[in-house]
């Protein structure tokens, strides 16, 4: 019974080499570009497709608006990992959002996304960061989506599926989400100081 609880929690190791090629393809499908040479995060363009957000800071999105959805770079940050305690990811991600705030400020106000979200495990970090998190309505999508980002975990992870052990609660991710005026705020001015 405990294998097959496991089996629903992460997928079982032979299915790494099929995982690691649907990361490739779900990667190159979306068009990621890294943020900046030597980082940590990725930018996908998209445009709004869920129910209409209204954010902490009064933002509205809307179906359609664009948004700008935030990846780790998994890679990236297992080397990191491997190496050094998370604050250095914690840094290089800073600066990510520090060159993202400045690109969103220099483009045309028609052309910048609306917000920046992403759907992750790691909601305690980005919150840190100043994302709002927003918990997502439970959905077998969902559950599949939290099977697929727990199995990257531990793919990705120095410490495997002992990852799975470290935090608190429930390992289930949430969406994170900053508007752009809220980016520039924290990050551009910050990058000019």
Do not use: K
């Not at 497709?49 to 902490?56: M, Q, S, T, W």
């Not at 410490?159 to 809220?182: C, K, N, Q, V, Y």
């Amino acid at each position: 019974m405990a294998a097959m609880a496991s089996w629903f929690r992460v997928a079982p190791a032979f299915l790494d080499p099929i995982l690691a090629l649907v990361e490739q393809i779900d990667r190159r499908v979306r068009r990621l570009r890294p943020i900046r040479r030597g980082g940590l995060l990725w930018l996908e363009a998209r445009r709004h497709g869920g129910a209409p957000v209204v954010l902490g800071d009064g933002t509205p999105v809307a179906p359609g608006d664009a948004l700008g959805i935030i990846h780790f770079d998994n890679r990236r940050l297992r080397d990191i990992a491997a190496g050094a305690w998370l604050t250095e990811a914690y840094e290089i991600a800073r600066g990510d959002l520090r060159v993202l705030a400045r690109w969103h400020a220099a483009r045309p106000a028609a052309s910048r996304p609306v917000a920046y979200c992403g759907v992750t495990l790691l909601a305690a970090l980005t919150r840190r960061v100043g994302f709002e998190i927003h918990e997502r309505r439970p959905s077998l999508g969902a559950r599949i989506e939290d099977w697929y980002l727990r199995s990257i975990l531990v793919r990705w992870s120095p410490a495997g599926r002992a990852r799975l052990e470290r935090g608190h609660g429930a390992l289930i991710a949430r969406e994170a989400w900053m508007s752009g005026p809220e980016l520039e705020r924290r990050f551009a001015e910050a990058a000019a100081q």
